[in-house]
Nanobody, 127 residues
């Protein structure tokens, strides 16, 4: 069974940092494009960042550009989301998602394009 598991969430003060991890179980993450999404209470899910299976291409939402960095370690079957300079408006449940890509250089920004989802990890930015 294909599973994604997010970890690394928690409570952090504004200006702080967290690193989220997305690990795969039951399949080799090397061949999958990955996206990070988030959903805050009362708001729609939004795309945060995504990365091609090769890791060579990435994309970020305007709201996180310059603060968040997505990366992957295919040897560890893990994708990371490094979040710096966190703001209260970053508070949300963060989900990672995976799909087989058209090619190794393609990334996907929309949630409906993904087949597999993790259960989410809570990120709370508050003083």
């Amino acid at each position: 069974q294909l599973q994604l598991v997010e970890s690394g969430g928690g409570l952090v003060q504004p200006g702080g940092s967290l690193r989220l991890s997305c690990a795969a179980s039951g399949f080799n993450l090397d061949y999958y494009a990955i996206g990070w999404f988030r959903q805050a209470p009362g708001k729609e899910r939004e795309g945060v960042s995504c990365i091609s299976s090769s890791g060579g291409r990435t994309n970020y939402a305007d709201s996180v550009k310059g603060r968040f960095t997505i990366s992957r370690d295919n040897a560890k079957d893990t994708v990371y989301l490094q979040m710096n300079s966190l703001k209260p408006e970053d508070t949300a449940i963060y989900y990672c998602a995976a799909r087989r890509p058209y090619n190794s250089h393609t990334y996907y920004t929309q949630g409906f394009e993904y087949n597999y989802w993790g259960q989410g990890t809570q990120v709370t930015v508050s003083s």
